[in-house]
């Protein structure tokens, strides 16, 4: 996996992800993701917002300001929670939403 792309990486992830969704989850528009902090995440790379559900709480957050590259870092972090908590967390505006 390292010596592919990066366009090529992330939708080998994506798929990989896709097919560990249970048949009857019910798609709300954002990619579910392997962490036991974060249960989905997307980002309007127009918007520069990065939108985030949490296993724990339901709760979802919209992040503004946030770069695209900072995203991309997030899925392919070893820890989807170390990192949101480290770069992501207090670090740009949000809201729940």
């Known amino acids: 996996m390292q010596h592919l792309r990066f366009d090529q990486r992330l939708q080998l992830r994506v798929q990989m992800k896709v097919e560990q969704i249970p048949a009857k989850a019910v798609f709300r528009g ?36 946030v770069p695209q590259e900072v995203y991309d870092s997030l899925l392919f972090a070893d820890s989807l929670g170390a990192y949101f908590n480290s770069v992501i967390r207090d670090h740009f505006p949000y809201r729940e939403i």
């Open 30 to 65: 954002m990619p579910y993701v392997q962490s036991s902090a974060l249960e989905q995440v997307s980002y309007d790379a127009v918007a520069h917002t990065l939108c985030a559900t949490f296993r724990e709480t339901g709760r979802t957050y919209l992040y503004e300001d």
